[in-house]
């Protein structure tokens, strides 16, 4: 006991963060994943038990549509937010360093912003009465206003704008230390900036660039309020049905296990994306 004080207060030893990990997830996911295995019970919320049927109902259709529905979608709004991400980050580390400080502070504005903003703020820009309807009729390329919320559309737009600055971010400090003299010379060799960007530059930023799609596919994947805001029932991702069957169905014991398999396809993502990045160096 005297030995593990000691360590404790010496945070620099490895008893410090070996209990913070155990006490802040070992012990929660440890309670989430044995109340994965307990049946529900109508009157007692749930009952001690071991029982598979609450991952056997992930074969289900409906279910798995709740499932391929979430993965789409955030499979989508990864690839669309990298593929934004990396032409605007290269552009960012050719300005000069100021103008880059400007840039940084406002993506980490935009990060400071809670989903509760954002799709609040999307909702209303896209809306009928206070959006940009209103802005194309006005220059002519409409004719009435319309809502473009709720929508898939919408939907996507939304995951967008909130995984970007993280693609950004993560796409930043490897195109900052790329050296400006690889696609000058590439230019020099008779290729179009366009063609030294896409031929030279991407293939040197592979693992990178693919880190950043599993950076953003994670995070939106546990989007709760944007697909309840920007999209309709049949676009709920898995977070929003966690919700509704721990809350409003009482079925914790399900809830618990479709918690457990966001959270394995998150760390799973993660450990890829740690191999990669050791394969790198």
């Known amino acids: ?7 404790l207060k010496d945070h620099r030893g490895p008893a410090y963060p070996l209990v913070m990990l155990v006490v802040f997830f070992v012990v929660p996911f440890v309670i989430m994943l044995s109340v994965s295995f307990f049946s529900r019970d109508e009157g007692a919320f749930f009952q001690p038990a071991f029982e598979l049927s ?25 690839i669309i937010s990298v593929s934004v991400a990396v032409p605007f980050t290269y552009f960012v580390t050719r300005m000069r360093a100021r103008w880059q400080s400007v840039m940084l502070v406002f993506l980490l504005s935009v990060l400071s912003l809670s989903e509760v903003i954002i799709g609040f703020a999307w909702s209303t820009l ?19 206003s319309q809502s473009f919320t709720p929508s ?11 995984g970007f600055p993280y693609a950004v971010l993560v796409l930043y400090p490897a195109l900052s230390r790329l050296d400006p003299e690889i696609p000058e010379a590439a230019r020099m060799l008779g290729a179009s900036p366009i063609r030294s960007f896409v031929n030279v530059v991407m293939p040197m930023m592979r693992n990178t660039i693919t880190g950043a799609l599993i950076l953003v596919f994670v995070f939106t994947l546990g989007a709760y309020l944007l697909p309840q805001v920007l999209g309709r ?7 929003v049905h966690i919700t509704d069957q721990a809350i409003f169905q009482s079925n914790l014991p399900f809830a618990a296990a479709m ?20 394969a790198r160096t």
């Open 1 to 7: 006991m005297t030995t593990l004080t000691a360590r």
């Open 54 to 78: 609450n991952y056997a109902r992930f074969i289900s259709p409906f279910f798995g549509k709740v499932l391929l529905t979430s993965l789409t979608f955030s499979a989508a709004a990864a």
């Open 126 to 144: 896209l809306s009928k009465t206070a959006g940009i309807g209103n802005l194309l009729v006005a220059i002519g390329l409409m004719e009435i």
């Open 152 to 162: 898939l559309g919408a939907l996507l737009l939304g995951l967008t704008y909130l």
């Open 233 to 239: 029932p049949q676009h709920w991702t898995l977070s």
């Open 259 to 278: 918690a457990i398999f966001l959270m394995l396809v998150s760390l799973a993502l993660v450990g890829i994306s740690t191999l990669l990045g050791r």
